[in-house]
């Protein structure tokens, strides 16, 4: 099994900075792509927030305009998302989602149980 783990989820003030980590545990040969997603809606469909491949190639949502940088640790199996000047539309449930190969297992994605990141003054 495969487990993520989110922490850093808060209450933030407009204009402010955070940081997202997630770690991944389990029976883990190695991951693929890992990063962010988030719900800005709880239920509707999630959003590309930033995603980093094994390899370090990045991928961002088009809203992100340059405020948010996403880094990996591979041996730590580790994703952290910096966001810098944060508004109330970015208040959102964020998922950490990772595509996992295991020992007995192919590419098969997984996701964290989301953490909320509330953006007001």
């Known amino acids: 099994q495969v487990q993520l783990v989110e922490s850093g989820g808060g209450s933030v003030q407009p204009g402010g900075s955070h940081q997202l980590s997630c770690t991944a545990s389990?029976?883990?040969?190695?991951?693929?792509?890992m990063g962010w997603f988030r719900e800005v809606v709880r239920g509707q469909s999630r959003e590309l927030v930033a995603v980093a491949s094994a390899s370090g190639t990045e991928r961002y949502g088009d809203f992100v305009k340059g405020r948010f940088t996403i880094s990996r640790e591979n041996v730590k199996k580790t994703v952290k998302l910096e966001m810098r000047n944060l508004d109330e539309h970015d208040t959102a449930v964020y998922f950490c989602?990772?595509?996992?190969?295991?020992?007995?297992?192919?590419?098969?994605?997984?996701w964290g149980r989301g953490t909320l990141v509330a953006v007001s003054s």
């Open positions: 389990g029976t883990i040969v190695s991951i693929k792509d």
């Open positions: 989602k990772a595509v996992v190969i295991g020992p007995d297992f192919p590419a098969t994605q997984y």
